[in-house]
């Protein structure tokens, strides 16, 4: 079975960091551009950023820039998103994805993960 698999999430205190995995099952993430999303209750799913194939070169969405770090590392078919100094509003699902040609988005990706669930509450 082709599946992509978060985890990591949980119960922050703002200020605090959390690390989620996302490991691929039944394909490898070799040729991969693969992204980080997430979705608040009430909001549209929104992109967090992304990292190439290689992990050397990543964008990531202003809400998060500085605090956020997108990793790979492929000889564990897994990529990573660390949070630092989280906020309340970073609170969501969080979702990875992956697509062969570009950055996933919301409309155009090949796998899509099942989500975690972040929450940033004192």
């Known amino acids: 079975q082709l599946q992509l698999v978060e985890s990591g999430g949980g119960l922050v205190q703002p200020g605090g960091s959390l690390r989620l995995s996302c490991i691929a099952s039944?394909?490898?993430?070799?040729?991969?551009?693969m992204g980080w999303f997430r979705q608040a209750p009430g909001k549209e799913r929104e992109e967090v950023g992304c990292?190439?194939?290689?992990?050397?070169?990543?964008r990531y969405a202003d809400s998060v820039k500085g605090r956020f770090t997108i990793s790979r590392d492929n000889a564990k078919n897994t990529v990573y998103l660390q949070m630092n100094s989280l906020k309340p509003e970073d609170t969501a699902i969080y979702y990875c994805?992956?697509?062969?040609?570009?950055?996933?988005?919301?409309?155009?990706?090949?796998?899509w993960g099942q989500g975690t669930q972040v929450t940033v509450s004192s």
């Open positions: 990292v190439d194939v290689s992990g050397g070169s990543t």
């Open positions: 994805a992956a697509r062969a040609r570009g950055c996933p988005t919301v409309y155009a990706y090949d796998y």
């Open positions: 039944g394909f490898t993430l070799d040729y991969y551009i």
